[in-house]
């Protein structure tokens, strides 16, 4: 009899794992993660790139739109095709230029963490930020939607896309 797709591993990447197994890979990405959004408000720029493999491909597309309108971002000045990046280093690069000047908070929840086999995971986190550009803060949520590998025994991630489902800019007084 034929092994099931869980059983061969999702697409043919590996074996299936144990359930300890996948317990203790699914904790390391959320560990992973912890260390992505810590790495993104620290302004870690060399710690970003460690998070992702070498061919990683990470789509921050949808991004731009919404700061159009504010803190000098107009409609002619953004360019979503530059927010499609491979690897690390362009990884930190676009992180950089996006909230390496500005207060930075992010909080990943809910994460659905698969392990499919020993070197490959997928997951979906649900994500708020809160960005300060002066007076004016931007409140994000959306998702993550991600691929991790394991490459000599430590999980990096190798595909990342963000969406947002909703932004709420806010402007805040200024004490006289």
Known sequence: MAASKSEAGEGGRGSALDPIAR????EEIKLLKSRYFQAVDFKDWHGIVDIFTDDAR?????????????HGVTEDSIDPDSWVVVGGPET????????GEIVAVH???????HAHSQDYATGRWSLYDRLEYGNEVMHGFGHYQEEYRRIDGKWRISSLTLTRIKVVWEVLGRAG
């Open 23 to 26: 317990l203790e890979a699914i």
């Open 58 to 70: 990470v789509d921050f597309s949808g991004e731009p739109q919404h700061h159009v309108g504010h």
């Open 92 to 99: 930190a690069k676009v992180i950089a230029g996006a909230v």
């Open 107 to 113: 909080q990943g929840h809910d994460p659905q963490i």
